[in-house]
């Protein structure tokens, strides 16, 4: 069975570096381990043109790895799309990205849910007609004071947080590693903290 792994974010460099683009990270990172060099991670464009995609093996579970070339709120043409061309059902379908209701440095993995306002996970939803898939979900914190959350999400990290960010991007990278391989129960148990 393939597994269609998706980094949500927003593409162009304008946005590279902001927090909404957590998922492209750690798609980067997979992208690495799934036999890419820091200069050419391997991503190719898919012939639907909806995305760019990397297809392998990823702990020795065959893997389709994708980035939506769409905006952020229209992540769900594009999943739904490589998701039928690859013939993968929702549950096998993990979508990489990030979450203001957990503390950066933090990550949690979980299968459906709502989408908490998140409208990357809403597109998702809407397009797959469920919401039954797996989310590794990267803390990045609430917004600072009145600071508006839309302004938060597309601004890059800190300086502080840009130190500890490689780490968290690899953290959540054996996330998607370990959901592949062994599974949501021990996944949660090792990664939800």
């Known amino acids: 069975m393939t597994w269609l ?55 020795g579970q065959r893997v389709v790895l994708a980035r939506a070339k769409s905006y952020m709120n229209e992540s769900g043409g594009p999943v739904s799309t490589l998701a039928k061309f690859y013939d993968v059902e929702p549950d096998h379908v993990i979508a990489i ?35 039954d898939f797996y989310r590794v979900r990267v803390g990045i914190g609430r917004p600072p004071g009145r600071q508006d959350v839309h302004d938060f999400v597309l601004k890059s990290y800190s300086s502080t947080e840009r130190k500890d960010l490689p780490v968290y991007v690899e953290e959540a990278a054996d996330a998607v590693e370990s959901l592949v391989t062994v599974g949501l129960d021990q996944t949660q148990s090792a990664f939800n903290r």
Request: glycine residues 20%.
């Open 5 to 59: 792994v998706v980094g949500l974010g927003n593409p162009g460099p304008t946005y590279a570096s902001t927090r909404h683009n957590v998922g492209y990270m750690v798609a980067d990172a997979l992208a690495l381990r799934m036999g890419g060099t820091p200069k050419n991670l391997g991503w190719k464009k898919h012939k639907s043109g909806r995305g760019e995609v990397v297809e392998g093996h990823l702990a």
């Open 97 to 131: 990205h990030d979450e203001l209701d957990i503390d950066f440095g933090m990550l949690r993995v979980k299968l459906g849910g709502g989408d908490n306002g998140h409208n990357g996970l809403k597109s998702i939803r809407q397009s797959l007609g469920s919401g």
